[in-house]
């Protein structure tokens, strides 16, 4: 099972204060087709309430999703589906570790006109903290729960935030999805061995592993009427586009860590061997199978 292995070396600390700096850097740069899908995906599966309601986004980024639900919101006053002089339409907060993301998301929002609906807020998704107790109608988590470093943790705090009747839906990716990461993860355990192969890389995906992995997650938590819509992203990847991943230079994305820093001989002998890895699987098109299996999964926070 893929999961990261927490020493003094790589400490949850260290590992946040790293995910903070890579999408700091990635911010301006990070909006792109493939998130936007992920973001449309779960709103489509799981729309905002109909009537007014406080929306949180765990883990926001620029505000995929975030945005996307306060246009909802703005349109409904718009359209006369929610009458303001009822009372406040709702509010979306998008919360995220990264200042630099939640800078992007802000500006977005200011730019649509929808930053009266819109706040940002930053800090951990293990515990939400400055989030009151039962403050929202509905959660959102898009594609951000293999960086958290407890997710069970950070699911119990979306109980916490929830009103009862609320919902939370999340947004997360198979445990072989990811071609480029599961040949990583076979060359680093080829070159080092099983057990430090695993501890230098994997992607972290176990706690969604498959549907059932996906439905006990929010089940622990408490919540009920669990259910998973599945959406196959799965696609074909040019060798040279796939090798050129890690091949060539690594990523300082957080899940690198350890990877970035093996003694130069070593990571060159791993990024050889990913290589290789990916070779293997190469088909008569010169390309190779990217499983991208996305899981789009909701629950409701009981009543009582
Ligand atoms: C791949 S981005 C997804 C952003 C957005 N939800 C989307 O769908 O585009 C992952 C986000 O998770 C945030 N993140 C990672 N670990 C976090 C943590 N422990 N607490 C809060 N946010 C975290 C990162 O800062 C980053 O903005």
């Not at 790293?18 to 599966?45: C, E, W």
Request: glycine residues 8%; proline residues 5%; negative net charge.
């Amino acid at each position: 099972m893929a999961s990261v292995i927490w020493d003094d070396d790589l400490s949850p600390d260290r590992f946040r204060d790293l995910t903070r700096t890579y999408f700091d850097a990635r911010s301006v740069a990070y909006n792109s087709p493939f998130h936007q899908r992920l973001a449309d995906d779960l709103l489509r599966h799981y729309p905002p309430p109909k009537t007014a309601g406080d929306v949180l986004d765990v883990a926001a980024g620029t505000g995929a999703v975030a945005l996307s639900v306060a246009a909802t919101l703005a349109a409904r006053v718009a359209s006369g589906g929610a009458d303001p002089g009822a009372g406040p339409v709702g509010r979306v907060v998008a919360y995220d570790l990264s200042p630099g993301m939640l800078a992007v998301a802000a500006a977005s929002a200011r730019e649509a006109g929808l930053d009266h609906l819109l706040t940002t807020m930053q800090g951990t998704a293990e515990g939400l903290p400055g989030l009151p107790d039962a403050a929202f109608d509905a959660l959102y988590c898009c594609s951000s729960l293999a960086y958290f470093v407890n997710v069970p943790a950070a699911v119990a705090s979306w109980a916490r935030v929830l009103r009862p009747g609320g919902f939370a839906a999340y947004q997360s990716f198979s445990a072989d999805s990811f071609v480029s990461g599961v040949a990583m993860a076979a060359a680093a355990r080829r070159v080092l061995g099983d057990a430090a192969g695993r501890r230098v890389f994997s992607l972290p995906l176990e706690s969604t592993a498959d549907p059932s992995t996906c439905v006990a997650l929010l089940t622990a938590a408490g919540f009920e009427r669990v259910a998973v819509v599945e959406e196959d992203l799965t696609r074909r990847v040019e060798v040279a586009t796939l090798a050129a991943a890690y091949g060539e230079g690594l990523s300082a994305n957080s899940f690198c860590t350890r990877l970035n820093e093996l003694d130069p001989s070593t990571r060159a002998a791993v990024q050889a061997a990913y290589v290789a890895e990916v070779e293997a699987r190469r088909g008569a098109d010169g390309c190779v199978e990217d499983v991208q299996r996305s899981f789009n999964v909701v629950g409701y926070k009981p009543m009582q």
